[in-house]
């Protein structure tokens, strides 16, 4: 079984201000991780994904995450936040063994992210 | 590329009534996964379709069904429906395996009198 920890369910942040929003999981297989993106009234985009290699991944609007093997922690950053960032942003993870099986996210909470000036 | 499309968009029953949403996925795409995003749980997974054929299930009661056809569209149904079925009911497609992306549908807004 697998499960996701969004230790935070809200992240009020200054525009132009770092942002941390943190993701630990817990799994008895390897996993694939992911951030998805929730605007309102919309659903989930795809933010950034780790399947293997680098630790480190980046999105192309400036986030970027760490898989931490050690920590099982997937933890989402961005250096300066914009005020279209508010959002709500879902960790999820995969079955990373059995690839070709089944496609099922488990998700955590959800960490709501409000930008203001 | 057209994305997913769901239909309805939003959608208002009683208590005992049944639905049926409908899930188109993107073109190609042979996995449909269906979620339940509530307040109060979150996202949940319900089933996965791949190729007509159901891959995974999630803790969800036999109310909740659903169905691919050979073209990759999706319908889930829930029937008797209950107070606490109200949630936004999310498709997503993908090529499969669990390395892909999944693409998010707009999601069905069901509310439940």
């Known amino acids: ?117 | 590329k057209a994305g997913v499309t769901q239909t309805p968009r939003y959608l208002i029953k009683t208590r005992g009534q049944q639905v049926t949403l409908s899930c188109s996925p993107i073109s190609g795409h042979r996995s449909v996964s269906w979620y339940q995003q509530t307040p109060g749980q979150g996202l949940q997974f319900l089933f996965e379709y791949f190729s007509e054929t159901q891959r995974n299930k999630g803790n969800f009661p036999g109310r909740f069904s659903g169905r691919q056809f050979s073209n990759s569209r999706s319908e889930m149904n829930v029937s008797t429906l209950e107070l606490g079925d109200s949630a936004l009911y999310l498709c997503a497609s993908s090529w499969g395996g669990s390395y892909n992306e999944q693409f998010f549908g707009p999601g069905t807004r069901l509310t439940v009198l």
């Open chain 1, 1 to 117: 079984a697998q499960s996701v920890t969004q230790l935070d369910s809200q992240v009020p942040v200054f525009e132009e201000a770092p942002v941390e929003l943190r993701c630990n999981y817990s799994s008895s297989v390897s996993v694939y991780l992911f951030w998805y993106v929730q605007y309102p009234n919309q659903g989930l985009q795809l933010l950034l994904k780790y399947l293997s290699g680098s630790t480190l991944v980046e999105s192309i609007n400036g986030f970027e995450a760490e898989f931490n093997k050690s920590q099982t922690s997937f933890h989402l950053r961005k250096p300066s936040v914009h005020i279209s960032d508010t959002a709500e942003y879902f960790c999820a993870v995969s079955d990373g063994e059995n690839t070709g099986t089944a496609s099922k996210l488990t998700f955590g909470t959800g960490t709501r992210l409000q930008v203001t000036l």
